[in-house]
């Protein structure tokens, strides 16, 4: 087979960790058979801030006939982080119809996790995120600008079709598992979304007799996440709830460095999207020592999602390889001094 991969490598450390590792995704695909052309982007940030936009206006055009898109990172000093996320990040995954964002939370053998007495396998889950709508809508505006009575409003959508899908998703991958389900509200205080986000799960879990259901609010999951990640399989939730959480799964499985995920156009009419969790860190921008495995992984799952299971495979089974030797080179994030470019090559040898 043979895939037109685009790659977005975007603002930061964004461009450090995809240039990386593209001649591994290249070095995996072609030893199991596979053809990858990676067609580059350079849209983000330094694009908006000499042309005053961050990609073209026919954008999605470009990606529109490319079997899947990689995305490194959005965020810069100069440029306010709505402007990043407004002007490359959501209208890929909105004008795609990317619905299911789906993140791993892995605590791998080798990695140390901040929570006192977990080890490598103690903590497995997946997050799914609703990815086009709730409290990400569009909807809203600002009057009387700069008077004592301004107002700002911003609403949130949730869509019957929107949360039927997500909840779909994270039922089916539950089945899968042979695992159970947690969904994530905050129907005490919202009750109108959240309390149709239970309608909802209601009636698809209706579909899914063999599925387990909890129900938790958003604070308590937050708290959860921390006293007892152990005991999550799947976790369903809305757009803000789920990005806050996944953050969360991230710190406590040892690093943002290490967290991947998918924007998954299910119905497979567009292209989906694969990017780390992590932002553009202009903290560490430049200094060459970003943890590449997120990307890495995050291309492993995109291989999965094209059907190429071996590809797949051995990049998640190369990372967990070099997690596992304690003698291999790991980023400062993970307690070494190695660089990206170290890591990559450790992670080379081993495919
Ligand atoms: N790697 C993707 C990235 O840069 N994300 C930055 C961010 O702020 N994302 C917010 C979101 O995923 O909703």
Redesign the pocket.
Known sequence: MSYRIATIP?DGI?PEVVDATLPLFQTAANTHGVDVEFVGYDWGSQRYLEEGAMMPDDGLDHLADKDSIL?????HPEVP?HVT?HGL?LPIRKGFNQQVCKRPAILFDGVESPLRGYEGGDIEFTVFRENTEGE?SDIGGREHVGFDHEVAVQSAMFTRAGTEAILRAAFEAAREREGHLTSITKSNAQAFSMVFWDEVVAEVAADYPDVEVESLLVDAASMDFIRRPEEFDVVVASNLFG?ILTDIGAIVTGSMGLAPSGNINVDGDYPSMF??????APDIVGQGVANPLATVLSGAMLFEDLGEEAVSEALWAAVRDLLADGDAPRTPDLGGDASTVDVVAALETRL
């Open positions: 975007g964004g995305l490194g990172a959005v965020g982080d996320l990040l990400y990005d990017e780390p969790v992590h932002g553009s």
